[in-house]
Every structure is written in C-alpha cells, then in structure tokens.
C-alpha cells in the first residue's frame, strides 16, 4: 500500500512539475505522508485545500477495495500542527468570549478535521459547548454558552435592587437625569448617584 500512495503522490508531483518529493511512513494506525522540498508550500494550498484534496482522493484509491482500515494523513511543512495550534488557541479565545456574553459565536465552514480540533479544544471547558451544523462541505461549528440548571447556581439568592428614587429635574449632565434621585438626611435633603 505505501508503493501505491508514493506513486500517487509523485505523478501529482511530477504533473504540476513540483520540486519535492512524498516520504511515506507506515504505523499500526495510519499511512503518514510528509510532503518534502521547497515547493511543498504549493501542495499545501490556502488553509490545507489542496492538501485536503490530495489526501481525500489518496484515501478514495487506497479504499477501492474495502480491505483498508488505517487512516491516511498527508502533511507538508508540518502544516497540520501548525494550524491545530492556532486552531486551539482560536477555540479558546472565542470560548473566552462567549462565555462573557452569553452568546453564542458561528466559525467559518471548516472540514471535519479542523472541526474536531475545536471540538477537541473545548471538550473540557464547563462554560461553553460545541456543535457542528450545516451540510458538507459547509458544515461549521457553533460555541455556545452553557445553561446553568438551577441546582449550578449559587445557593445564596440573589438581592433585588434597591428601587430609584424618580428621577428630579436637574441641571446635570445630559442623560444623567435618570440617575440622580433624593436622598433624606439630617441635614436637609441631597442628591445621589447610583
């Protein structure tokens, strides 16, 4: 099988007249390809597409047969941990957020490894949750926020607000007005500020 992928690959390599060649690597689990030469960039296209595409139709040749059952992971520049790395750390900073409003954040389309990374990333995390929706090849990930049950919440209850005092008409900054109220004291009424 690692003949079948290398020659593959190489006729790719050789059609676009690329300077690189594919180093193919057989484990239990997977067929790793480690794309190498200093036109590997180009294999790699905008955010992994080509590569993506390289590997979809490596896998479709490898499984024609259906006797397959090891993953195929194609990579150039180490790419793939470049982008899980910045994926994680989008995860996070996004999860930061949601959970500071309350609202939920829809990603951009991303192929069902980029999906996972931020599923993966935020598997944990006790503030927010993921899901993917939509259809491929547009299916996205939304981070939404947890909803606490009433069991989550704090035991103590929570204080109502004091009610304002209707608001006076002043001579203060404009908009204000609704903030400035009476107050009693000893020594004669005062405003205050809430």
Known sequence: MVEIIKEFID???????????????ETDEEYKVDLIGPDAHVLIGYRGDVLDSIQYLALLLIN??????????????NYRAKREATLSKLAKN??????????PKQLEPMNP???????????NDK??????????PNRFV????????SSQRSERPQKSAPKAA???STSTVTGMNRYVGKMKSFGGEKRRFF
């Open 11 to 25: 006729g790719i390599i050789e059609k676009l007249n690329l300077q690189c060649e594919a180093n193919v690597v």
């Open 64 to 77: 024609k047969n259906g006797d397959n059952q090891k993953r195929l992971v194609i990579d150039g520049e």
């Open 94 to 103: 996004l999860a930061f957020q949601v959970s500071k409003s309350g609202r």
């Open 113 to 123: 490894f980029e999906r996972r990374i931020i599923h993966s990333a935020l598997a």
């Open 127 to 136: 503030y927010v949750t993921t899901e993917s929706e939509g259809e491929e």
């Open 142 to 149: 939304v981070i939404k926020p947890v909803k606490k049950s």
């Open 166 to 168: 209707p608001a006076t």
